[in-house]
């Protein structure tokens, strides 16, 4: 096909109209582990499965669900490192707010402005697109909230998402099982559910993570403890 | 004489029962010449929001067409007008900015926040916020007006008794102040309307 001429410079369209780099990116977010999120009536949980390369890496040290601020989290599905970097550029931005407003950055200007990040590095030179897609979790004065960014910088607001490996029976199991009056622990339990559905192996606390905001807006980790009470109820 | 008192100004807000009111005077002048009896001080940020800008009077237009330009910005990207409370860091940090080369105003900030409380507020050129629960002045005639609203302020008046006590207390300070006066542009907000009345003082 003429697209592998133009997969060179990611800052040249192709033929049929696409940036072949970003889809590239695209493919490294679907091959990474899956991850999901819901927003439920009164708060919204994001999980990601958590495997690690050996059982010699210790699982205590590895988090891959971060704040961005007390009231917003974030997961990913692809290249870890590039979301370190994203990570550190919205939790900047998110200060810069506060320090010239005091008042906490609403959930979607931070999306918004995460995304642009996100674009700038599809239209710039010397630089490649992050390979990763993300789940922002908030909580602010609109209510609870998800967004998904891709690496072109589009976000989405999702009542209930998936990424990664598994993204196609994760949406579908998703899609019958949402409701929109779900509580947060039903959002928990659909959500460690979603996880099961693809999981390679035996599902515990310590090889998933489990982020959940609810009406206190401060955002949070499950501990493995938490999670593992999680999933025996689910049993 | 101070660059502050070049141009001559009198501000003052005052907090009532879910309402505010914010005066200023009305003379624009050039040391000790008049050139305008008619000079717009307060400005209108949205339906809940007034800011007053007294000191320089070139500074204080540009200023204010800065914070319209930074807050139609944040309307369109929010979708949302500015509380009062926000509007005020935002000020402080337009005027820090200009840390060593500063407006030469000093703003007083009035507005209605969440559910409806007043808010008020004044900073000096460089953005240092005081907020206060009763009143806020500002201008050359500053140091009156803390005399006079001392003395008639009251807490949770309505808005007609609001009016009245903002006017006297406007009108007796001006007139102790040779470069404000020329008249008083006061306007009382409640949740549901914005009034606004020109006062005729003693026109010197």
């Given at each position: 096909m003429g697209d592998s001429q133009y997969s060179f410079s990611l800052t040249t369209f192709s033929p049929s109209g696409k940036l072949v780099q970003i889809e590239h990116a695209l493919t490294a977010v679907g091959s990474g582990q899956t991850s999901l999120g819901i927003k439920a009536a009164n708060g919204v949980v994001i999980?990601?499965?958590?495997?690690?390369?050996?059982?010699?890496?210790?699982?205590?040290?590895?988090?891959?669900?971060?704040?961005?601020?007390?009231?917003?989290?974030?997961?990913?599905s692809g290249m870890g490192p590039d979301f370190r970097v994203l990570v550190r550029k919205s939790r900047k931005q998110a200060e810069q707010y506060h320090r010239l407003y005091k008042e906490p950055v609403p959930v979607t200007q931070l999306v918004r402005e995460t995304a642009t990040v996100m674009q700038e590095f599809t239209q710039s030179g010397g630089v490649r697109p992050f390979g990763v897609s993300l789940l922002v979790a908030g909580y602010d004065d609109k209510g609870p909230q998800l967004y998904q960014v891709d690496p072109s910088g589009s976000y989405f607001s999702w009542k209930a998402s998936a990424m990664g490996k598994n993204v196609s029976n994760a949406k579908t199991f998703l899609e019958k099982r949402y409701t929109e009056d779900m509580e947060l622990d039903d959002a928990v339990h659909t959500a460690i559910l979603t996880?099961?559905?693809?999981?390679?192996?035996?599902?515990?606390?310590?090889?998933?993570?489990?982020?959940?905001?609810?009406?206190?807006?401060?955002?949070?980790?499950?501990?493995?403890?938490?999670?593992?009470?999680?999933?025996?109820?689910v049993e | 004489m101070s660059i502050f008192e070049y141009n001559g100004?009198?501000?003052?807000?005052?907090?009532?029962?879910?309402?505010?009111?914010?005066?200023?005077?009305?003379?624009?002048?050039?040391?000790?010449?008049?050139?305008?009896?008619?000079?717009?001080?307060?400005?209108?940020?949205?339906?809940?929001?007034?800011?007053?800008?007294?000191?320089?009077?070139?500074?204080?237009?540009?200023?204010?067409?800065?914070l319209?330009?930074?807050?139609?910005?944040?309307?369109?990207?929010?979708?949302?007008?500015?509380?009062?409370?926000?509007?005020?860091?935002?000020?402080?940090?337009?005027?820090?900015?200009?840390?060593?080369?500063?407006?030469?105003?000093?703003?007083?900030?009035?507005?209605?926040?969440?559910?409806?409380?007043?808010?008020?507020?004044?900073?000096d050129s460089i953005g240092a916020k005081e907020l206060a629960k009763d009143f806020v002045v500002a201008g050359t005639a500053s140091e009156s007006l803390y005399g006079a609203c001392e003395a008639m302020f009251k807490p949770d008046m309505e808005a007609e008794e609001l009016f009245e006590t903002i006017s006297q207390a406007l009108l007796s300070s001006v007139d102790r102040d040779c470069l404000s006066g020329w008249g008083g542009h006061v306007y009382v907000v409640t949740p549901t309307e914005v009034k606004e009345r020109i006062l005729k003082g003693r026109m010197d």
């Open positions: 999980a990601t499965e958590k495997k690690l390369p050996s059982i010699l890496v210790d699982e205590t040290s590895v988090q891959k669900i971060q704040n961005l601020t007390p009231n917003i989290g974030v997961v990913y996880l099961k559905e693809g999981f390679e192996g035996q599902i515990s606390g310590k090889n998933i993570e489990i982020g959940i905001i609810g009406n206190d807006r401060k955002f949070r980790v499950l501990s493995p403890a938490e999670v593992d009470d999680y999933l025996q109820e | 100004s009198a501000l003052v807000a005052m907090v009532g029962k879910n309402c505010f009111a914010i005066a200023s005077d009305r003379r624009l002048g050039v040391q000790l010449q008049t050139i305008a009896t008619d000079f717009q001080r307060i400005y209108r940020i949205h339906d809940k929001l007034f800011i007053g800008l007294s000191g320089l009077a070139t500074d204080a237009q540009t200023l204010y067409q800065r319209v330009f930074r807050h139609k910005l944040y309307q369109l990207r929010e979708e949302r007008d500015m509380k009062p409370e926000t509007f005020a860091s935002l000020v402080s940090a337009i005027l820090y900015e200009k840390r060593f080369g500063p407006y030469f105003c000093q703003p007083v900030i009035a507005g209605l926040g969440e559910e409806d409380k007043p808010f008020i507020c004044t900073m």
